[in-house]
C-alpha cells in the first residue's frame, strides 16, 4: 500500500527558504497528479500547489504565486515544494496528497509543521 511522507519543515525567518518533499513509499505515484496542502491553526486546510503526472503542469494557491515551486522526479517517487520569501502566515502544518482515479484527494501524508518567525 502506497503511503506519503512529508519531510523538510522545519522553524525559519521571515524571507528565508525551506525545500519540502513528499515521497511515496511501498508503490509509485508517478501517475498521479499530486499536491501540496496547508493548515494553519484554528484555520481550514488551504490549497498550496499540484502538479501534474508528468510534471508538465502546476497550479498555485493565490497566497504563494511566485514564492513557491512545485516539482517532481518520478524516479525517486518524490515530489517537491520550494518555499521561498517565507512570511509568518506561511506557518503551518503542510500536507501532500495524492488523486486518485476518481480526481479526489484519495491519499494524504501525516504532514510536516512548517514555522516562519518575524
Known amino acids: 500500500q502506497v503511503q506519503l511522507v512529508e519531510s523538510g519543515g522545519g522553524l525559519v525567518q521571515t524571507g528565508d527558504s525551506l525545500r519540502l518533499a513528499c515521497a511515496a513509499s511501498?508503490?509509485?505515484?508517478?501517475?498521479?497528479?499530486v499536491g501540496w496542502y496547508r493548515q494553519a491553526p484554528g484555520k481550514e486546510r488551504e490549497f498550496v500547489a499540484a502538479?501534474?503526472?508528468?510534471?508538465?503542469?502546476?497550479n498555485y494557491g493565490d497566497s504563494v504565486k511566485g514564492r513557491f515551486t512545485i516539482s517532481r522526479d518520478n524516479d525517486k517517487n518524490t515530489v517537491y515544494l520550494q518555499m521561498n520569501s517565507l512570511k509568518p502566515e506561511d506557518t503551518g502544518v503542510y500536507y501532500c496528497?495524492?488523486?486518485?482515479?476518481?480526481?479526489?484527494?484519495?491519499?494524504w501524508g501525516q504532514g510536516t509543521q512548517v514555522t516562519v518567525t518575524a
Open positions: 496528497a495524492q488523486e486518485d482515479a476518481l480526481g479526489t484527494w484519495g491519499l
Open positions: 511501498g508503490g509509485t505515484f508517478s501517475r498521479y497528479v
Open positions: 502538479i501534474s503526472w508528468n510534471g508538465a503542469n502546476s
